[in-house]
């Protein structure tokens, strides 16, 4: 098993340029969720997914948009990047809230 | 909102005992330990349910007093091994999502 895994692991981007991070994990996880983690703080969730086609807003969701059309995959997009977004982003998956979160590599995003 | 973790960082030598605290201004469903290394991703420790259980994992142990808000946990004869930032995630009800507390640093030296 892969477990959770995100690509890329790094990316710069240029203000205003849009992308997109993937994520997909192997453990047939209802839940997944995305995560950004600036310098020295904690995880701030900007979107989880409890099933495909659900998705709903975390605490940070602007500037975000994410869809789930398979249980696999959860992919989190980036339009107009603006300096802000710079952050390391955390894809995690879990069976269930009381299930332990398992997370991919991260994907360290710069926008200059 | 929130948890709130004190102390923000703690440094220790091989050996000593230390605790993180982890408490919330609103009830309760669950509380989860997360340890995270430098430059890496968070790794799962342990999970506790309202009820006010004790869990372990190796010298690592929680509790979780649910009238209080609050969870704590426990690093005994700390190894080398255990530096890193650890997390507390709370959750208001069953099937909410987690927030995650600010973190709190831990250097463990020989």
């Known amino acids: 098993n892969a477990g959770v895994t995100q690509t890329p692991k790094f990316r710069i981007l240029k203000i205003g340029q849009s992308m997109t991070l993937q994520c997909a994990q192997d453990?047939?996880?209802?839940?997944m969720y995305w995560y950004r983690q600036d310098p020295g703080m904690g995880l701030k969730l900007i979107y989880y997914s409890v099933g495909a086609g659900i998705t709903d807003k975390g605490e940070v969701p602007n500037g975000y948009n994410v869809s789930r059309s398979t249980t696999e995959d959860f992919p989190l997009r980036l339009e107009l990047a603006a300096p802000s977004q710079t952050s390391v982003y955390f894809c995690?998956?879990?069976?269930?809230?009381?299930?332990?979160?398992?997370f991919g590599p991260g994907t360290r995003l710069t926008v200059l | 909102q929130q948890p709130v973790q004190s102390p923000q960082a703690v440094i220790l030598r091989e050996g000593e005992d230390a605790v993180i605290n982890c408490s919330s201004s609103?009830?309760?469903?669950?509380v989860h330990w997360y340890r995270q290394k430098h430059g890496e991703a968070p790794v799962f420790l342990m999970i506790l349910l309202k009820g006010g259980e004790q869990k372990g994992h190796e010298k690592i142990s929680a509790s979780f007093n649910e009238k209080k808000q609050q969870s704590s946990l426990y690093l005994t004869a700390s190894q080398l091994s255990y530096s890193g930032t650890y997390f507390c995630?709370?959750?208001?009800?069953?099937?909410?999502?987690?927030?995650f507390g600010g973190g709190t640093r831990v250097l463990v030296k020989p």
């Open positions: 609103k009830a309760l469903y669950s």
């Open positions: 995690a998956s879990s069976l269930t809230t009381v299930h332990e979160q398992f």
């Open positions: 453990m047939n996880h209802n839940y």
């Open positions: 995630g709370t959750e208001e009800a069953a099937g909410n999502k987690l927030t």
